[in-house]
């Protein structure tokens, strides 16, 4: 009797709301990437790159205890050296302490931009995962309300750039630390008339993050916040003015935007200005970029008094809009496609790909060892701009054929032979000829 020595093995998947970005996927991303690095460049951004990894008390301090991110949301452990660790939850106090512990405002004020990966224990949707990504920039040592509009508009810029219809603009000033004590000593007594009224969460947060309970999205609640006291009607004459500053600087830069008295930033180190750039592509309002002013951060996390300003929008939420818009991904476009077929003719492909790769052509050889009518499918199916044939025939004389890709609705094109020796040049003028 034979033995059965076949088992059963699970499948693993990855975990809940940390999702993969396939090869497509990434070409989309490479392209905000790309496009992003020119706004920043043209805007002397320059990028810092930050640990994953950063200690608990950077996030407790820096976006406030109160704060559900810091209460509810956070991937926190102790590493072996029995240390609280964290991983990120968001990119400003990161790029802060960065920024003190290398002592770079010693240099002057900084543009700084960065993305990468943060974390969030937070419930899955579309366009928010528990992973998710963040491209941002932040300007520290700026107090003039001229940096405050120059922040939001390379952001518009980008958007814009990018493709994103249906954005829109909203601005508030949260005014400086004296307002938001004035302000919410007022909010809570308003609040406390109406506290049987409101939803349990925002009950909640009522002695701990009061300002949060705005942005609470339960229905009931956001009816009663209709008649709410608002922050911009009892800030200073002085953060008045400065308000009115950044909305002529938008004006005068010829950025489109309303003032939303109700609008504020969910994290405890913002003041004065504070902006979200809204779309309407997929239907719904949906926030894509948001930031503000956090002149007291710095200060907070061991530096000295700084004034900075700074944004971040969400890379799954850009991705998701703009898959509907399906934008022209120049990233994803082959120019050669190498079918080959025999002893002779593989290993000639091989070398040749290497040649037109270094000459910096974009080239896929086919390694299936398929039959030729299969690659030939394969070829058609890549859309580079040419194919290369290679047969033993062709190998022994030292030459290949080559064809242009037969496009939707144009006529095939003759195929060339051409003898190895010419087949860069030749190929560098069909190039400017085709471009």
């Known amino acids: ?35 992003a690095r020119q706004h920043f460049h043209r805007a002397s951004i320059q990028e810092i790159r930050t640990p994953i990894i950063e200690p608990t008390e950077l996030f407790s301090r820096g976006i406030g205890e109160a704060t559900d991110v810091v209460g509810k949301e956070m991937y926190t452990f102790c590493d072996r050296g029995e240390r609280n660790c964290t991983l990120r939850p968001e990119g400003t106090a990161s790029i802060v302490r960065a920024t003190i512990e290398h002592n770079l405002l010693s240099k002057g004020p900084q543009r700084l931009w960065y993305s990468g990966p943060m974390f969030r224990y937070e419930r899955p949707q579309a366009g928010r995962q528990r992973q998710f990504h963040q491209l941002g920039l932040e300007y520290l040592g700026f107090k003039d309300p001229r940096s405050d509009a120059e922040t939001i508009t390379v952001a518009w810029d980008l958007l814009i750039d990018l493709g994103l219809k249906n954005l829109n603009l909203e601005i508030n000033s949260l005014g400086n630390l004296n307002d938001r004590i004035v302000y919410r000593n007022h909010l809570v007594k308003w609040l406390e008339e109406r506290k049987d009224y409101l939803d349990q969460t925002s009950q909640a947060r009522l002695y701990t993050n009061p300002l ?76 894509i970029c948001g930031g503000g002013r956090y002149d007291g951060l710095i200060e907070e996390l061991g530096g000295k008094p700084t004034p900075a300003i700074g944004w971040a929008l969400g890379m799954e939420r850009l991705m998701l809009l703009l898959s509907n818009s399906q934008p022209n991904c120049e990233l994803s476009q082959k120019d050669i496609f190498i079918v080959s077929r025999g002893e002779k003719a593989e290993s000639l492909a091989m070398a040749i790909s290497r040649k037109l790769r270094k000459a910096n052509f974009i080239v896929e050889n086919d390694l299936s060892g398929s039959a030729f009518a299969k690659q030939l499918k394969r070829a058609d199916r890549s859309n580079a701009h040419w194919i290369i ?29 051409i003898k190895i020796d010419n087949l860069l040049n030749r190929l560098k003028i069909l190039s400017n000829t085709n471009h």
């Not at 499948?11 to 090869?23: A, N, S, T, W, Y």
């Not at 339960?218 to 009607?233: A, G, M, N, Y």
């Not at 025939?393 to 030459?399: I, L, M, Q, S, V």
């Open 389 to 417: 044939l290679i047969g033993d025939d062709e190998a022994t004389k030292g030459e290949v054929i080559i064809k242009t890709n037969k496009r939707e609705g144009e006529a095939q094109t003759d195929k060339q032979n």
């Open 1 to 35: 009797m034979a033995l059965d020595l076949s088992h059963h093995v699970d499948k693993l998947q990855g975990l809940r709301g940390m999702v993969d970005l396939l090869p497509e996927q990434v070409l989309l991303w490479q392209w905000i990437e790309n496009k």
């Open 212 to 287: 949060r309970i705005l942005d609470s999205k339960d229905p009931k609640t956001q009816e009663i916040l209709k008649e709410t006291p608002v922050l911009i009607d009892l800030i200073c004459p002085e953060s008045r003015e400065r308000l009115e500053r950044v909305k002529a600087e938008l004006s005068n830069a010829g950025v489109p935007f309303t003032v939303n008295p109700k609008l504020v930033r969910g994290l405890d180190y913002y003041c004065h200005t504070a902006f979200e750039i809204t779309s309407h592509q997929l239907g719904a309002q949906s926030t």
